[in-house]
């Protein structure tokens, strides 16, 4: 079972977490704010190191599967919203696997809504 990680601390993670309530979140298409994507961005401000980096407490990459329990989704779901911030460019992908977060990005909403469309499951089909 995934134990709670402590509140970040640190430069990144503050600012990400300023810019996404204040600036992203008011901007955001009313469909990424509808969906568990923006409980995905919290999750992943929680989950990063000081300097932003979503790493665990051994230094390996923070685990798919530990992001979807964090924004309560299954893996396949928080894998699309991962790809989705990384099309918005509010996180970045140092190497496979590794991201890490973009508080000075200047986001592509629409991007990420065509990343979130595009790796939908068709209704009826299997997951």
Known sequence: MHQP????????PDAF???LRHQWVPNMPAPLR????????YA??????????LRDGSGCPVPVSAIAYASA??????????AAA???GVLTERHPGLLVLAAGAVPDWQAATATID?????????A
């Not at 509808?34 to 961005?41: A, G």
């Not at 989704?73 to 991962?82: I, M, N, Q």
């Open 5 to 12: 990680l402590p509140p970040p601390a640190g430069p990144i």
């Open 17 to 19: 977490v300023a810019v």
């Open 34 to 41: 509808r969906c568990r994507f923006l409980s995905t961005l």
């Open 44 to 53: 992943v401000h929680r989950m990063a190191d000081p300097s932003g980096v």
């Open 73 to 82: 989704t299954s893996e396949t779901t928080a894998a699309r919203y991962l």
């Open 86 to 88: 990384v099309a918005a």
């Open 118 to 126: 595009h790796h939908r499951t068709p209704a009826g089909s299997p």
